[in-house]
């Protein structure tokens, strides 16, 4: 029987561990499919406290799960696939059939990148169809590219791929972008990137060799037109990942889990980060809220010893 296991390694997974492992709880963080959570797709962190010239998102997640792993947290990589509930503990099902019995779960499952839903964005998924620039931006030096969206993410993942692409075509279906106003300029003003005001794109064109192109209509006067491109990334938000839990814990329209601090509709089962996060989704937010759920946890797992 374990005391605590954490579902998922991005900043509340890792961070919730830390604390967790160092109050000797010996907790189990199962990784998931996406180890070091969204992070992992920013090549730099401005405003994560700490770093005055910015880090590296992949290294401070390392970096994260490190600290954790000094203090005795132990790794799984998986997925839950079903949790139930019995008496005063759980049962966690992961995909390779494994069972995991433990007094508290902690929920960091974060959240997961939209797409437009168009088929030609499935078709060519990992063939010049992305969501992360920073995991496939190198694969563009010197080639064209399309970024959807018009949010922070939209304007970081496009500034980035200037590093690499000729050029950055960004597609926004309204006249200005939603980003803070700081991201929004830096993109505007950049010479390798053009934006497709009002537009939006219906589909995305290709050929063997994986994406050629884009075909995109004007929302004002339904012109229709074609960019050449050869890797399109999705920059439109992201969806919470609470699929798993669905039926056992409150949820809200959009998906995410309901949470009062962090404590769920269930006794010793805590929600962290993303997955419970609709207005802030910052990694420092996510880190705050992984940390009041290890110390949630190990004060139900003391209350539990005592009423014993």
Known sequence: MENVVIIGAGAAGLTAAIYTARANLSPIVIEGMQPGGQLTTTSDVENYPGFPNG????????????QAERFGTRYIF???????????????????????????????TGATAKYLGLPSEEAFLGRGVSACATCDGAFYRDLPVVVVGGGDTACEEA????????????????????????????????????????????????DESGVIGVRLRNRENDEVSEVECKGYFSAIGHKPNPEV?????????????????????????????????????QAVTAAGTGCAAALEAERYLENQEHSA
């Open 55 to 66: 880090v590296d998102g992949t290294m401070l997640m390392a970096d994260m799960r490190a």
């Open 245 to 281: 839990f669905a039926g056992m814990l409150e949820t809200d329209e959009v998906g995410y889990l309901v949470a009062d601090g962090v404590k769920t509709s269930l006794a010793g089962v805590y929600a962290a980060g993303d997955v419970a996060d609709r207005i802030y989704r």
């Open 78 to 108: 998986g997925e839950v696939v079903e949790m139930q509930a019995c008496d005063s503990m759980y049962s966690l099902q992961l995909t390779d059939g494994e069972t995991i019995e433990t007094k508290t779960v902690i929920i960091a």
């Open 159 to 206: 500034i980035f791929l200037t590093r690499f692409a000729s050029k950055v075509t960004m597609v926004h279906r309204r006249d200005a972008f939603r980003a803070s106003k700081i991201m929004a300029q830096r993109a505007i003003e950049h010479e390798k990137i053009d934006i497709a005001w009002n537009t939006v794109v219906e589909e995305v064109l290709g």
